[in-house]
């Protein structure tokens, strides 16, 4: 028998338990050992609820059991969950977690950690809830060099952005309507200005170059500037809008970033939408692989946890290597990475076009019947930097999105 306890009796943490029990069977053949949830933390009781016979609410009634081999963690946050983490590796047991704060800032110390006990720190839930992507980048994608990821890694953002698409609704009216049905939070702030996506890209990327990304050095830009009229001249030109995290290795340097993109039909992402995620790895060998499926909930996250505890389970004597160094991956500049972009700009558009192509060269441009006072264009391919520069010379740009060529 296999010993667990489970950090939080949350949304996720219930979910463990509730995916543990319902299909217990299954998961014991597929360990090879039946697994036990001998304790569940948390502050609160719960009278009435089955989990009250596990129940504790001290930790060292957890660290002190020498017959606790796994401890599973749903609480979020680096307080108290790093302390819990290394207390649990320094005691010699394993440590599965989806918790995306934890892992982008101390993951390489916590795999360091686990590789010296012969245990196993394991992250599966902590990018893309239910959707398997932090296994095959350690496992499966192997014998590839990744170039880039590009994932839709927040489904807060992706519902937002896809009513505004559809529904031509403006950000304001979508975000409440988001909160009343719980996809979004009483305070957005990580999920629409893009931190969460962040902190996912950040560990996607670490895995997949080998080094550590920092998610502070990571350009990070949310969605709350993009409007309905961008929606409507992105219906127009065949594109919609998606919160991107990516990260991109060109020759011997490394980009990485988070913001709004305008991609077409051709993009495998263009039809990921509501609140399902989707991640695009493209491989030096095998080329695009793509990754679809439930980004956050209960139960899908709650399986990825499990899956992770059955794995520990399978090498509760052996550490699964991963490559995660210490070392810190310097990103290079995003002013030097090279795309169009989607500009709006005030005014009348024949009196104004040849001053924009005069600063911007060969543009095309996009205008709308319902919005007369202004006009849009399309840039050619330009660095970041030559953009800025540009756009210094040119008055009353409204804004501007990145376009993703596939």
């Given at each position: 028998m296999i010993n667990v306890a489970v950090l939080g009796y949350g949304t996720v943490g219930s979910g463990v338990v509730e995916v543990l029990n319902t299909n217990k069977e299954s998961i014991a053949k597929r360990a090879g050992d039946e697994i036990n949830i001998k304790y569940v933390l948390d502050l609160r009781d719960f009278p009435g609820d089955p989990v009250e016979k596990v129940l504790v609410h001290d930790f060292d009634t957890i660290i002190n059991d020498?017959?606790?081999?796994?401890?599973?963690?749903?609480?979020?946050?680096?307080?108290?969950?790093?302390?819990?983490?290394?207390?649990?590796?320094e005691r010699g047991k394993s440590y599965c977690t989806s918790n995306k704060e934890l892992v982008a800032k101390y993951g390489p110390e916590l795999l360091e950690l686990?590789?010296?006990?012969?245990?196993?720190?394991?992250?599966e839930a902590s990018v893309g809830g239910g959707i398997p992507i932090i296994r095959p980048l350690n496992q499966s994608l192997t014998a590839d060099e990744i170039m880039e990821i590009t994932g839709i890694l927040n489904?807060?953002?992706n519902y937002i952005l896809t009513k505004m698409s559809k529904e031509g609704l403006d950000f304001d009216t979508v975000l409440k309507e988001a909160q009343d049905l719980g996809y979004a939070e009483k305070n957005p702030e990580a999920d629409v200005e893009g931190y969460d996506a962040c902190r996912k890209i950040a560990i996607l990327s670490s895995l997949a170059?080998?080094?550590?990304?920092?998610?502070?050095?990571?350009?990070?830009?949310?969605?709350?500037?993009?409007?309905?009229?961008?929606?409507?001249?992105?219906?127009?030109?065949?594109?919609?809008?998606?919160?991107?995290?990516?990260?991109?290795?060109?020759?011997?340097?490394?980009?990485?970033?988070?913001?709004p993109f305008m991609i077409n039909s051709d993009n495998p992402l263009y039809s990921v939408n509501g609140v399902l995620n989707g991640i695009l790895v493209k491989g030096n060998v095998i080329g695009d692989v793509m990754f679809y499926g439930a980004g956050a909930g209960k139960l899908p996250t709650a399986s990825a946890v499990v899956a992770d505890v059955v794995d520990a389970a399978k090498h509760i004597k052996?550490?699964?290597?991963?490559?995660?160094?210490?070392?810190?991956?310097?990103?290079?500049?995003?002013?030097?990475?090279?795309?169009?972009?989607?500009?709006?700009?005030?005014?009348?558009?024949?009196?104004?076009?040849?001053?924009?192509?005069?600063?911007?060269?060969?543009?095309?441009?996009?205008?709308?019947?319902?919005?007369?006072?202004?006009?849009?264009?399309?840039?050619?391919?330009m660095s970041e930097a030559e953009y800025e520069a540009a756009s210094l010379e040119v008055s009353g740009i409204k804004t501007r999105i990145r376009i993703e060529s596939v």
């Open positions: 020498d017959e606790v081999d796994i401890v599973v963690e749903a609480m979020g946050g680096t307080n108290p969950a790093y302390k819990f983490a290394k207390a649990s590796l686990a590789k010296s006990k012969g245990k196993n720190f394991l992250f489904g807060t953002t170059y080998g080094e550590h990304v920092d998610y502070e050095d990571i350009y990070t830009e949310g969605i709350t500037k993009i409007t309905d009229a961008d929606f409507k001249y992105a219906m127009k030109l065949g594109y919609t809008i998606k919160l991107f995290g990516k990260s991109k290795r060109v020759d011997d340097k490394f980009y990485a970033m988070v913001a052996t550490n699964i290597m991963t490559i995660w160094s210490s070392k810190k991956l310097v990103l290079d500049d995003i002013k030097n990475s090279r795309k169009q972009f989607f500009v709006r700009v005030e005014g009348d558009k024949a009196a104004r076009l040849e001053e924009i192509k005069n600063v911007f060269g060969d543009v095309t441009v996009i205008s709308l019947e319902e919005l007369k006072d202004e006009f849009g264009f399309i840039t050619p391919v």
